[in-house]
């Protein structure tokens, strides 16, 4: 009995029931959209319930890798809106089959290169689509899709020195950065500058000066991390303020603990999934930015010796994640989504898959942990909690480029 228990999903349990909303007789506009939203994630679950024997819960890698290799050859005009974000399309897109385990083509992945050498800028960083003004976010897609893609063609695209002068030209006197020249600020930015910087050796002493301890300024008082300091925490930016804090070695300068309690309220009680800010809707992509902070955390109190520390689980439920990612985030045709009714797209399918992907996989070096819900063969490659690549990309991307000097930046030569 004992062992049934065990093995059935927590969404078929009796006592799931009871992790609904209660808004003690009190309706408002967020209750009644949290209601109308566990109503269609529970029909799933009530299915689920009626049929166990029957049902298994499989990854459709078939159909989200065809939905995604077509994505990389034609995409369809409700794609017209990110013409801005094309290298965004390209990360998307070649780490999600990565994690999949899927080969790129050496023709595809060398045609995909060609197009972002196109996005890249003579002055440095690259833009949204070929002629347009470089900006942190694309720039930082095209640096994880190259470095994902992994070959020397791949690399070579990346102009090292130019990038530098970017980064130099969007940085600011508080140690924080434009996301382009005459941009808005936010915690993106320096996300998106450490990552790119610290995979491509271009970290130079004075580039980040500033920029921990005004990363530091953003983390609000619910122990999350808001765009800039004042603001509401929110999964992405809490994500992208930890990771950079990571890469530039300075955690310590967050409240660890009130960011965990944060983060770990963030998982939905009956969904499963995370919502991205207190009081909102459960979403599928949050599964990476919220659970993707579990493995920073857990190593930064690992490495302070709390001896609470679990050796074999993130600080989140694996399982139910898993269980919602793979209930209600398939699009029966192939890709992933947000919650039930919404439509697929490129960016739901990366980073639910991502998400999964650091659900199923626990650890790193000698102590690894493996929790697959549904078949065996639903498990994916792990995925770099700092980068979201594929840890050996980001090894081999490492290697090649410290045996590149760090390029002599005529640093802030603006100022
Ligand atoms: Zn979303």
Redesign the pocket.
């Known amino acids: 009995m004992a062992e049934s228990r065990e093995a059935a999903l927590r969404c078929t349990r009796d006592e799931h029931g009871a992790e609904r909303l209660r808004d003690d007789g009190t309706r408002t506009e967020t209750s009644v959209e949290q209601k109308k939203v566990e109503s269609s994630v529970g029909a799933i679950f009530t299915a689920v319930k009626n049929h166990q024997e029957a049902i298994q819960l499989v990854l459709e890698r078939e159909l989200h890798s065809h939905y995604l290799r077509k994505g990389l050859q034609q995409l369809s005009e409700s794609y017209e809106c990110l013409d801005a974000s094309r290298p965004w399309l390209c990360y998307w897109i070649v780490h999600s089959l990565t994690l999949l385990d899927e080969p790129i083509p050496e023709s595809v992945a060398s045609s995909v290169c060609q197009f972002l050498a196109r996005c890249q800028a003579p002055s440095g960083g690259f833009g949204g689509g070929p002629c347009q003004q470089p900006h942190l976010a694309p720039t930082y897609a095209a640096v994880n899709a190259l470095c994902t893609i992994g070959t020397e063609e791949a690399y070579d695209v990346i102009n090292r020195e130019k990038l530098l002068e970017f980064l130099c030209s969007l940085k600011q006197p508080n140690g924080s950065f434009n996301m382009h020249v005459g941009g808005e600020v936010d915690v993106r930015s320096a996300y998106c500058a450490a990552t790119v910087a610290s995979l491509t050796n271009i970290v130079t002493p004075k580039l980040f000066e500033g920029t921990a301890e005004w990363i530091a300024r953003c983390q609000f008082w619910e122990g999350g991390i808001g765009g800039v300091p004042g603001m509401e925490a929110h999964g992405g930016y809490t994500f992208c303020g930890l990771a950079a804090l990571v890469i530039l070695k300075k955690v310590h300068l967050l409240d660890m603990k009130s960011l965990l309690r944060w983060v770990a309220f963030r998982q939905m009680r009956f969904e499963g999934g995370f919502q991205g800010r207190c009081n909102k809707l459960v ?3 949050y599964s990476f930015w919220q659970a993707g902070l579990m493995p920073l955390i857990h190593r930064m109190l690992h490495a302070e010796g709390d001896p609470a520390l679990s050796l074999t689980n993130w600080m989140f439920d694996q399982k139910a994640l898993q269980e919602y990612i793979l209930l209600c985030c398939q699009c029966p045709s192939g890709g992933l989504l ?1 919650k039930p009714g919404k439509s697929r797209d490129f960016y ?1 399918t990366c980073y639910c898959l991502s998400g999964l992907s650091i659900a199923q996989h626990f650890g790193g070096g000698e102590i690894l942990h493996e929790t697959v819900i549904g078949v065996p063969e639903n498990s994916l490659k792990p995925t770099h909690p700092v980068y979201n690549i594929v840890p050996d990309k980001v090894g081999h991307a490492v290697v090649y480029f410290m045996q590149k000097a760090v390029p002599d930046a005529k640093e802030f030569k603006r100022n």
């Open positions: 979403d599928g992509c947000d739901h």
